[in-house]
Nanobody, 116 residues
């Protein structure tokens, strides 16, 4: 059994920064995929960023390219999302998603609110 726990969300002014964390616990091996998604009210969940299992390659949604950075700490089984230059349109519930051992796991979500 694998559990993902997100933290780091909150209220920030436009232009500010937040760092989200996603800590995994349980039987962590054979990781295929790690990513961050977000869902704003009335909108579909969208991919924000994903990172290769080796941590060497990352892909970003066009809307966050150059402002967000995804990273991972294998020793801590933790995924991060550094969010800089936040905009009101970045406000959403952010979820981490890991694929491992052939199954998809989601965190509970963490709320990010950006005031203008």
């Amino acid at each position: 059994q694998v559990q993902l726990v997100e933290s780091g969300g909150g209220l920030v002014q436009a232009g500010g920064s937040l760092r989200l964390s996603c800590a995994a616990s349980g039987s962590i091996f054979s990781i295929n995929y790690m990513g961050w998604y977000r869902q704003a009210p009335g909108k579909q969940r969208e991919l924000v960023a994903r990172i290769s299992t080796s941590g060497g390659r990352a892909n970003y949604a066009d809307s966050v390219q150059g402002r967000f950075t995804i990273s991972r700490d294998n020793a801590k089984n933790t995924l991060y999302l550094q969010m800089n230059s936040l905009k009101p349109e970045d406000a959403a519930v952010y979820y981490c998603n890991w694929w491992l051992q052939g199954r998809s796991y989601w965190g509970q979500g963490t709320q990010v609110t950006v005031s203008s």
